[in-house]
């Protein structure tokens, strides 16, 4: 049978890794919340339109010729 600290110490240790690992795989990615606010943002609603118009101006091009 082993000690009650050392079984502690084992469910520290491990709660300790678990929330590394956590936020390990969390740091990477940004919220939604932010991606949101980068989504209704001027400039990629700019991007988005130009992006839009581009191929629909080469169509029509191609339809004149």
Do not use: Q, W
Request: aromatic fraction near 4%.
């Amino acid at each position: 049978m082993t000690p009650p600290s050392v079984r502690r110490a084992d469910r520290i240790a491990g709660l300790l890794l678990f929330f590394l690992l956590a936020g390990l795989g969390r740091a990477g990615r940004p919220r939604s919340r932010k991606l949101r606010r980068i989504a209704r943002s001027a400039e990629v609603r700019r991007k988005r339109e130009r992006t839009e118009r581009e191929p629909r101006a080469r169509a029509e091009e191609i339809v004149r010729t």
